[in-house]
């Protein structure tokens, strides 16, 4: 596990500051990355694919998640373990936990399910967590094993457990006892808050499918990282010296704050092909860094926890102690990579929130925040960058077509649930996994 901390800051008058003094803001782009051990062989995986079977998966959708399912089943180790749940109002197992050498003919059962019924979501998850608790008897507990529930669904809970705490507690619940919880929403009608706080509490990732040709590459991502863990348990506690406060996190990882001043964030496992980041920014008051240069005390420490796989299949605890040095010289400071991921951040912010003035009826508010972070990007002297150039001429493109269709009123829910999905994956760090969500041009659809 290596982890990469850049920073740079920039000063402040009262009236830009977040409380009203001068001072400093100090912006930190912590990155944890990861190497999957070298070993002969790997740690069997237990995972459960719960499908939702309900009537409005009619059609295309039924299909998507039958052919995510199917593809996905073939990828998986004759050793690894798996089940399939289909739900509607009525719970069904159509393939009880197993290897997968046993279920010789899944993939083609899987390619038959049909839509029918209401939507008994929490049936449907409980039994894939039953199951995932008899797997533990069928893996073990080697290091870089897991159990994890695979749920796939295109509408919101109206049957069984239909309220979201509730549901986001059960997923909670499930992970204490190692099983986690990803979700994959299909096409424009689930409830996106829903799946995004479920997989968030079960440690798990939030994807959507919006045709059916995108359902393989949600899936081989998803099984790829299961099957590329290098380290579980990440988190990072962030402890601030005083009177240094929080100006905004931009990364959304869960985070706790167990008592004042310090921030507890849960990062979930490290994955060999996917770095974790986290961002965020400081605010100093300018009589406060005179005094922790001198006292030669950090701004605030990072402290990165995990337990990482090493070759030979053992784990290691470690801890890495990152301070946030107080060294404060100068009036601006500019590190390329930071102001990237804050530009990006922010526009990605603003995407999420022209969403809901969209969904709220307030269209021309949605336009209006898409053309100003179009005409921050274009004028940051990185739009010029040749190292960043072609990522910013491409997201000021996508902001304009974006003003644009709030304008004329074609932004539909299927254009949400996709910007809504690309924000997720930009503060998660999964912004490559945009080729995963690729859309058509109009000529092609």
């Given at each position: 596990m290596d982890t990469v901390l850049q920073i740079?800051?920039?000063?402040?008058?009262?009236?830009?500051?977040?409380?009203?003094?001068?001072?400093?803001?100090?912006?930190?782009?912590?990155?944890?990355?990861?190497?999957?051990?070298?070993?002969?062989t790997r740690a069997p995986i237990a995972v459960?694919?719960?499908?939702?079977?309900?009537?409005?998966?009619?059609?295309?959708?039924?299909?998507?998640?039958?052919?995510?399912?199917?593809?996905?089943?073939?990828?998986?180790?004759?050793?690894?373990?798996?089940?399939?749940?289909?739900?509607d109002d009525i719970i069904e197992a159509v393939a009880g936990p197993d290897r997968r050498s046993r279920h010789r003919q899944l993939a083609a059962t899987l390619l038959q399910l049909d839509a029918r019924g209401s939507t008994n979501l929490s049936g449907g998850w409980l039994r894939g967590r039953e199951h995932m608790q008899?797997?533990?008897?069928?893996?073990?507990?080697?290091?870089?094993?897991?159990?994890?529930?695979?749920?796939?669904?295109?509408?919101?809970?109206?049957?069984?457990?239909?309220?979201?705490?509730?549901?986001?507690?059960?997923?909670?619940?499930?992970?204490?006892?190692?099983?986690?919880?990803?979700?994959?929403?299909?096409?424009?009608?689930?409830?996106?808050?829903?799946?995004?706080?479920?997989?968030?509490?079960?440690?798990?990732?939030?994807?959507?499918?919006?045709?059916?040709?995108?359902?393989?590459?949600v899936l081989a991502e998803e099984l790829g990282n299961l099957l590329s863990v290098c380290a579980q348990g990440v988190t990072v506690r962030l402890a601030l010296a005083a009177a240094v406060s929080v100006v905004v996190v931009h990364s959304d990882w869960p985070c706790a704050t167990p008592e004042p001043g310090v921030f507890h964030f849960d990062l979930g496992d490290l994955y060999a092909a996917e770095p974790k980041p986290l961002l965020f920014e400081l605010f100093v008051p300018s009589e406060r860094i005179a005094l922790l240069a001198t006292e030669g005390a950090p701004i605030a420490t990072a402290t990165v926890r995990a337990d990482v796989l090493?070759?030979?299949?053992?784990?290691?605890?470690?801890?890495?102690?990152?301070?946030?040095?107080?060294?404060?010289?100068?009036?601006?400071?500019?590190?390329?990579?930071?102001?990237?991921?804050?530009?990006?951040a922010r526009a990605a912010k603003a995407r999420e929130e022209a969403v809901q003035r969209q969904r709220n009826g307030e269209a021309h508010i949605a336009e209006s925040l898409m053309r100003e972070q179009s005409a921050v990007l274009a004028s940051s002297p990185l739009f010029a960058h040749p190292e960043f150039a072609e990522q910013?001429?491409?997201?000021?493109?996508?902001?304009?077509?974006?003003?644009?269709?709030?304008?004329?009123?074609?932004?539909?829910?299927?254009?949400?649930?996709?910007?809504?999905?690309?924000?997720?994956?930009?503060r998660r760090g999964k912004h490559k996994y945009d080729e995963q969500l690729r859309r058509k041009p109009p000529e092609e659809t």
């Open positions: 740079d800051h920039h000063a402040v008058d009262g009236e830009q500051s977040p409380n009203g003094q001068p001072g400093i803001v100090v912006r930190a782009l912590l990155s944890v990355r990861g190497t999957a051990p070298e070993r002969s459960s694919f719960v499908i939702d079977r309900s009537g409005s998966m009619a059609g295309d959708r039924i299909e998507s998640a039958r052919m995510a399912a199917a593809r996905a089943v073939e990828r998986l180790h004759p050793d690894d373990v798996l089940s399939v749940v289909v739900f008899q797997a533990q008897g069928l893996i073990g507990s080697l290091p870089g094993s897991s159990r994890r529930i695979l749920l796939l669904t295109d509408g919101h809970a109206n049957m069984g457990i239909i309220d979201p705490s509730t549901l986001v507690e059960l997923a909670r619940t499930a992970r204490s006892m190692g099983i986690s919880t990803t979700t994959v929403g299909i096409g424009d009608g689930y409830d996106d808050a829903l799946l995004r706080a479920m997989a968030d509490a079960g440690g798990g990732n939030a994807w959507y499918i919006e045709r059916p040709d995108q359902s393989q590459d090493v070759s030979g299949g053992r784990v290691e605890h470690r801890v890495v102690h990152l301070p946030i040095a107080s060294t404060l010289e100068g009036q601006h400071r500019l590190e390329p990579d930071v102001e990237s991921a804050v530009l990006l910013f001429e491409a997201s000021v493109s996508d902001l304009t077509g974006l003003a644009e269709k709030y304008q004329r009123g074609t932004f539909d829910e299927l254009d949400a649930k996709y910007q809504m999905q690309r924000t997720y994956n930009q």
